[in-house]
């Protein structure tokens, strides 16, 4: 592997992180609910991890409930929140360019009879505070709005969506799995009562994440069994996990040179791709600084995403095309249609991310790699600029413009 530009998929695991890990594999693997002194040895670790994950969002210990990761967490948060709220309302905000994990969840409470708000965004994937205003109906009883999205790195105006639900008296849910240690959170100032997070995004292990649930916020039981995790999520903990995550927590929060680091290299990759001929950036300008530090995300005229992806991965360069989820099919991203993007553009993307590890190598590297990859594919495609002409005609004629 030459590069690795695909930390919104996942990451390294530090090994550091692993180091921390190990014994609760081999000597100290005591269930954190047995009353012996493994299971205390294994108990207080549990305990530990929950306080440094606290500290770091400004929470409390006892408001971090451990998941198996981001897309438990959404799934948590959502289902349970509407169900045991649906006395009060059936209608539930979200927006177009959620996470699966919270979209698939929605499009099921709509099943079960709920009502569903999916907020537009505009062009760099804003959503309008005036908007999501707007969308209030006095049955509204959750709002879902991400914290950073994953594809495009835009960071939403979440502090002010918290205030608008807490002053309504809304369940308010973000999805922080992209920007937990990149950008600050504070649960408390941001008025926030759910919160998901992952593990393996901040180089900690696959598996495990948390949901933050503030105090006082009437949620539904998941999983029923021995009660663990205030009995919202019953089962043996995964102590080695949840050990590893703290860890991986520790290590970001004690240095903010990282997100220096990789800003300065996410600009390095960002201008070297844009001085591809016929390539755009999707999301935020960089310069906003409402961009997540370590994320690119480009559109390329006239070549196919999938293609620059094989031909990366042959060049020794791991990326993404919009992002790891639509990979598999061949479906353009929902997020670049709700930028406003035309199907057959989307098709031409690509998303790089950045991580604490990304070398000034791997990136002068990459850029390089595409540069003469993006020309050949040009110069084999029948997508030539005289034929896309053509084509660009019969699409907005099918579309009656
Ligand atoms: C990766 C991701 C998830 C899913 O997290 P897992 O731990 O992989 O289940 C959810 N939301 C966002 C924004 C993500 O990037």
Do not use: W
């Amino acid at each position: 592997m030459k590069a690795y530009l695909d930390n919104g998929a996942t990451t390294m695991v530090d090994p550091d992180v692993v180091e921390v890990m190990m014994p609760y594999f081999s000597i100290k693997y005591g269930n954190a609910g047995s009353l012996h002194g493994l299971g205390k040895d294994a108990g207080d670790a549990v305990r530990k991890a929950r306080a440094t994950i606290a500290e770091a969002i400004n929470a409390d210990p006892d408001e971090i409930i451990f998941t198996s990761g981001g897309t438990e967490s959404d799934n948590i948060a959502l289902k349970e929140a509407a169900f045991a709220n649906q006395g009060k309302g059936n209608h539930i905000i979200t927006t177009k360019i959620e996470h699966p994990a919270v979209l698939e969840t929605c499009r099921f409470l709509e099943t079960m009879g709920f009502s569903v708000t999916y907020l537009d965004v505009d062009k760099e994937g804003f959503v309008d505070v005036e908007a999501f205003r707007r969308a209030l109906r006095p049955e509204t009883i959750l709002a879902s709005v991400m914290h950073a999205n994953n594809e495009i790195g835009t960071i939403e105006p979440i502090s002010e969506i918290g205030s608008i639900c807490r002053e309504k008296g809304i369940i308010f849910h973000t999805d922080a799995v992209q920007s937990f240690t990149k950008v600050p959170i504070d649960t408390k100032a941001m008025n926030i009562d759910l919160m998901s997070l992952s593990a393996h995004k901040i180089h900690g292990p696959k598996g495990t994440g948390a949901l933050f649930v503030r105090k006082g916020t009437k949620l539904g039981t998941l999983m029923h069994g021995g009660g663990q995790e205030k009995r919202l999520r019953s089962g043996t903990e995964n102590v080695p996990g949840i050990v590893g995550f703290a860890k991986a927590v520790e290590i970001a929060a004690k240095s903010h040179e990282h997100i220096a680091r990789m800003t300065g290299l996410r600009d390095r990759l960002g201008s070297g791709l844009l001085a591809i001929p016929g390539s755009s950036l999707n999301g935020a300008e960089p310069e906003s600084g409402k961009r997540l530090c370590n994320n690119i995300n480009v559109s390329f005229k006239y070549v196919e995403g999938e293609a620059m992806l094989v031909h990366l991965d042959l060049a020794g360069v791991a990326v993404s095309t919009g992002s790891a989820c639509s990979q598999k099919s061949l479906k353009p991203s929902h997020v670049l249609l709700a930028i406003g993007m035309a199907r057959k553009d989307s098709h031409g993307t690509l998303r790089l991310t950045l991580s604490r590890f990304t070398t000034e190598e791997e990136v002068d590297y990459t850029v390089e790699a595409l540069k003469g990859i993006v020309e050949k594919l040009r110069e084999m495609s029948p997508l030539n600029k005289e034929t896309i002409k053509g084509y660009d005609d019969i699409d907005l004629k099918k579309r009656g413009r």
